[in-house]
């Protein structure tokens, strides 16, 4: 066992969740210290409000480059960002590259925690990471209000549990305690429950610098105005269908799970749009459709989606309607890989899954893996009931051994204490490996570190 903390470097948090995992370092200290990069203006200026060191130091170019083929490097940028036009900038990701190593070998780092990790950033700080040997942490969402996914292979459908349930490892059997905890999320949802918890305010202490708090408002400000409004001024949703009608909730165009993780349409909704209208009218009987549009997509793309509703005169689209509303009321649910479509596991609703997530499974969904078997799974999801039992076997699993019940909208002890806790869980075995290195100068005054908690 080594005498020091572990070196966990968390990396370029933005807008809303810099100030959680800043306050983190709190809960991990001492057998955890945290080290913060990032070139996010805001997180900096929170940073440095509350004293804490955050790099690079300095947001000048740096002048080495990295030591990397093309071909590496863009492998090292990632599949998302190459879809979204960062390879093209080879020259500025070859100095962030350089930039990143030095930090992970300077700050002596045995780990990384990340959101998502998709992005161009965070895909080269992985790259980076995986070339030391270093593990990885990667965060998300959690599925169930109020909770946050934190997996050492990735997120959704790259996370662990989707190998654990497609080996039939994610299960649990029937539990007084655990299925009294699940009828009550599932009560909650069923009454429209918000799927993230009521924020609480930003601590203080980031807020401590007129410099923090005028970044913070300013950017509080200009928010809304590229996310979260409607898709027109004043519109109004029409009636939902009095007959069964089958529901499709729209997905952020530019987001991992449908660059990554769509297989079969991409992105592009008017192709699902158009397919699901077809065979839906061609069933016996015909089903309407009703599409929902994201609360947070970008303008530009909401402008394409106004297009949607000229194109489709057939199909429903509605803005305002609770995505739990829609879910409960609709014959069955098609999603690619939303939380919709996890939500409609928990309401016990049929679904059909057109791309890749950890429920696309037979026992959870109608998988759709071609556009050929689009027809058969519609009908499938018509006809036949749940697998209530298998559902609810997975769901026992997700709730007591996966998603962690804390939130970065959440600034309550409670939230820091159970993501501080799955985070120690997943580097508890780096705790008899750590080489032994100095302990920086500035942290000579900590005591030796008891050994890592293992998770319960």
């Given at each position: 066992m080594t005498d020091r903390p572990l070196n966990l470097a968390i990396f370029d948090m933005g807008l809303l969740k810099a100030p959680f995992f800043l306050g983190l370092r709190e809960h991990l200290a001492p057998t955890i210290h945290c080290q913060y990069w990032s070139r996010r203006l805001l997180m900096r200026r929170y940073a440095q409000s509350a004293g804490i060191p955050v790099f690079p130091v300095s947001l000048a170019e740096p002048a080495q480059r990295a030591q990397l083929s093309d071909d590496e490097l863009r492998a090292a940028i990632g599949v998302k960002a190459q879809l979204r036009g960062a390879a093209g900038k080879l020259d500025q990701a070859r100095r962030r590259y350089a930039e990143i190593e030095a930090f992970l070998d300077q700050q002596a780092i045995d780990a990384l925690l990340v959101w998502n990790g998709s992005n161009r950033l965070l895909s080269l700080a992985i790259h980076a990471a995986r070339q030391r040997g270093l593990p990885v942490i990667h965060a998300e969402h959690g599925y169930f209000p109020g909770s946050m996914q934190l997996d050492r292979d990735g997120v959704n459908q790259d996370s662990s549990l989707t190998r654990l349930i497609r080996q039939g490892l994610a299960w649990r059997p029937p539990s007084t305690a655990l299925d009294a905890r699940l009828d009550a999320i599932i009560a909650a949802v069923r009454g429209a429950a918000p799927s993230r918890v009521v924020r609480t305010a930003i601590p203080p202490q980031y807020l401590r610098t007129r410099q923090a708090r005028s970044l913070n408002a300013l950017f509080y400000r200009l928010r809304p105005y590229g996310l979260g409004k409607p898709l027109l001024p004043g519109y109004q949703d029409p009636?939902?269908?009095?007959?069964?009608?089958?529901?499709?909730?729209?997905?952020?165009?530019?987001?991992?799970?449908?660059?990554?993780?769509?297989?079969?349409?991409?992105?592009?909704?008017?192709?699902?749009?158009?397919a699901l209208s077809t065979q839906l009218a061609q069933m016996q009987p015909p089903r309407r459709l009703v599409v929902k549009f994201h609360p947070q997509e970008d303008r530009l793309a909401q402008i394409r989606n106004d297009a949607l509703i000229r194109q489709f005169p057939e199909v429903t689209f509605v803005c305002n309607v609770p995505a739990t509303e829609l879910i409960q009321r609709a014959r069955f649910v098609v999603t690619i890989n939303s939380s919709v479509g996890f939500e409609a596991i928990l309401l016990d609703k049929p679904l059909v899954t057109l791309g890749n997530s950890f429920y696309a499974v037979p026992a959870l969904a109608e998988v759709v893996r071609d556009r050929s078997e689009l027809r058969a799974a519609l009908d499938a999801a018509d006809r036949l009931p749940v697998k209530t039992e298998a559902r609810r076997a997975v769901l026992r699993y997700c709730l007591a051994d996966f998603f962690t019940f804390g939130t970065y909208f959440d600034h309550r002890p409670d939230s820091y204490a159970a993501v501080a806790e799955r985070v120690r869980a997943l580097l508890n075995p780096l705790a008899t490996s750590l080489p032994v290195r100095p302990l920086p100068a500035r942290h000579a005054d900590w005591q030796p570190a008891a050994p890592l908690l293992s998770r319960a």
């Open positions: 009636p939902l269908p009095a007959e069964p009608f089958v529901f499709y909730p729209l997905q952020v165009r530019k987001d991992s799970q449908l660059l990554l993780h769509s297989p079969i349409w991409g992105n592009d909704h008017a192709a699902v749009i158009a």
